[in-house]
């Protein structure tokens, strides 16, 4: 009898010792490999419209750290209406042509965790669209059902005058280029 209570203990103690490995290997695995947060660069686009006015050009180039910058704000904005799921703590877009790449860091509830979310890039008129195509943990797909955002949009004309209006955009393999029409007999209140 005393025999079997010992076998039945070690049993027992053998599941706890694998159940707390496994808890640990999976703790291990979601946790982030990068440290980042959600704080983001501002995109000065009042330079770049009086170089387009001195140049007398229509067109305005961002680069992919721009619209990275601009990424990110857009996702503060996103989190603040929308109930994810989960805390994203911090971020890094990464653009490379209609495509873009966040690495994010977040909790769910107490557990850390780091993932790389892919998003499709779109453009209608003066709004880019932020389409969430997938999302990986450490080359792990997590399927859509259990985590998928909703589009994430940025409006381009909220960082502009009103004399400006976009007419298209354009997807660079180093950033965006739009091209713009122009209201030139208001263009001295931009010198104010």
Do not use: C
Not at 121 to 130: D, I, K, P, Q, T
């Amino acid at each position: 009898m005393v025999r079997r209570k010992k076998r039945i203990g070690r049993v027992l103690l053998g599941i706890i010792v694998l159940l707390l490995v496994v808890i640990g290997a999976a703790l291990w695995f979601v946790y982030p490999t990068q440290s980042l947060d959600m704080r983001y660069r501002s995109v000065d686009f009042k330079d770049k419209l009086m170089t387009m006015v001195t140049n007398r050009d229509t067109r305005m180039l961002l680069s992919t750290e721009e619209v990275g910058e601009l990424s990110k704000k857009n996702m503060v904005k996103y989190m603040n209406t929308h109930d994810l799921g989960v805390d994203i703590t911090g971020a890094d877009f990464v653009m490379n042509g209609t495509r873009m790449t966040a690495n994010m860091n977040g909790k769910w509830g107490i557990v850390p965790f780091g993932a790389v979310l892919r998003f499709q890039m779109s453009a209608e008129g003066s709004y880019l669209h932020l389409t969430h195509e997938s999302t990986t943990i450490r080359g792990v797909d997590i399927p859509l059902h259990l985590f998928q955002l909703d589009p994430i949009q940025i409006s381009l004309k909220d960082y502009l005058p009103d004399l400006v209006t976009v007419k298209n955009v354009k997807f660079l393999s180093d950033g965006l280029e739009l091209n713009f029409t122009m209201d030139w007999m208001s263009i001295p209140s931009l010198f104010k």
